[in-house]
């Protein structure tokens, strides 16, 4: 019986010396296998790269601020009375476009009529004073002449014994009654002359005055809201409409400080709404502000628009583009091409054998899509802009182009 149980026990462990003989073979070739992988791995990545490039071109790159701009009239005018009374008529819809001295409202006029009609009939009577003291000066002037020769006539007399003293001093009192009457028709002549002025520029200011019933548009425009209907009463602080110059039209927008000195009058401006019609309007800068807001680091700026289409309203906002400069033979490439990285910005250039290599750019101002680089490039280079992430230096790249 003991040689049975040594038996058995030997070949239980014999077959558990099978068994981990077999268990080894098993995980050696496993090993094997995945140390294997790898390198089937690497050299299935030596294959190209599919990305997208672009070249490194040399343009004229025009220098250029963007910003957002509000519209402003170009002059607003508040249209108020000058006159009390009532208003009969008016003579416009709201929102129109008037024209300079197009009539706008009636007020009743009977009061001031009634009032230049007294008036010039004052004036009527102080030209027939001015007449009658007139009159009077070219009697008593004629008179004054007489008395002057009996005078003379007299006195020669007196000189022969002829005539007595008291004939010849007569005859000097009465040159001396007239000659004061002369000056008394030159004195009534200014006074009457003044008072002829002062009623005609009486004339005048109810002409003015009458004229004001008649409230006529100061501006080329469009109109705002009729504050006051027809039948009530006005006065001089009495707000009627708001008329808007909407042709030309401002545009005002902030510029950074550091553009100060680039800024100069009748430079180009396009101005777009930004809505789907796509419409841009060109104009030219006209003001710069005298003092910079210390508050955002920026200085204000207007430009004038034409506007003739009416494209552009007081109040809108619109997207502003202010061109300062032409940079000539800038290298400009795609922005997406300009990746940043721990010590910068840099491109992957792809090289003649179709591999990539790194390069730190400099990069400067963006153009739409494009950006300029400053330094890095040269013309001509290619570069890619989509498909960075998967490369390395060194990587091979498929572009596409033969």
């Excluded at 007449?131 to 006539?153: I, S």
Aim: aromatic share 4%.
């Amino acid at each position: 019986m003991s040689n049975i149980a040594g038996r058995r026990g030997f070949a239980r462990r014999m077959g558990l010396l099978v068994f981990c003989v077999s268990l080894l073979s098993f995980l050696w070739q496993g090993c094997t296998k995945t140390a294997a992988t790898p390198e089937r791995s690497s050299k299935k990545g030596m294959g190209a790269i599919p990305v997208s490039v672009a070249r490194v071109v040399k343009v004229d790159v025009p220098v250029e601020v963007h910003a957002v701009g509000n519209i402003e009239a170009y002059s607003t005018v508040a249209v108020k009375s000058q006159v009390n009374g009532e208003l009969i008529k008016v003579l416009f819809r709201e929102g129109q476009s008037v024209k300079k001295g197009e009539e706008l409202f009636n007020i009743d006029a009977r009061t001031y009529e009634a009032q230049l009609n007294q008036i010039q009939a004052n004036l009527a009577k102080d030209e027939a004073a001015m007449a009658q003291a007139e009159a009077n000066l070219a009697r008593d002037t004629a008179q004054q002449k007489y008395a002057q020769a009996q005078a003379t006539r007299y006195a020669n007399l007196y000189a022969k014994q002829l005539v007595s003293k008291e004939q010849s001093d007569q005859m000097n009192s009465n040159l001396d009654a007239i000659s004061a009457a002369v000056r008394a028709d030159q004195a009534s002549i200014q006074s009457a002359r003044a008072g002829m002025d002062a009623t005609r520029a009486a004339v005048a200011n109810a002409r003015v005055m009458l004229g004001y019933t008649r409230i006529q548009s100061p501006i080329s425009g469009r109109t705002g809201s009729i504050e006051i209907q027809s039948g009530n009463i006005v006065n001089s602080s009495s707000t009627l409409t708001t008329i808007n110059q909407i042709e030309p039209i401002y545009v005002s927008f902030s510029v950074p400080e550091s553009q100060l000195r680039a800024i100069r009058p009748g430079q180009l401006v396009t101005a777009s709404t930004g809505d789907k019609s796509g419409l841009e309007e060109k104009g030219a800068l006209v003001f710069t502000d005298n003092a910079v807001d210390a508050a955002t680091g920026t200085i204000r700026v207007k430009a004038v628009f034409q506007n003739s289409k009416h494209t552009l309203w007081p109040g809108q906002f619109v997207q502003v583009t202010l061109r300062l400069d032409t940079k000539p033979n800038a290298l400009l490439l795609p922005a997406q091409a300009v990746q940043t990285g721990q010590n910068g910005s840099f491109v992957f250039v792809v090289k003649p054998d179709r591999t990539v290599e790194s390069r730190p750019v400099v990069a400067g101002m963006h153009v739409d899509q494009n950006i300029v680089i400053d330094q890095g490039l040269e013309p001509g280079e290619t570069v890619v802009t989509e498909g960075q992430l998967r490369l390395t230096v060194g990587s091979h790249v498929q572009t596409g182009n033969p």
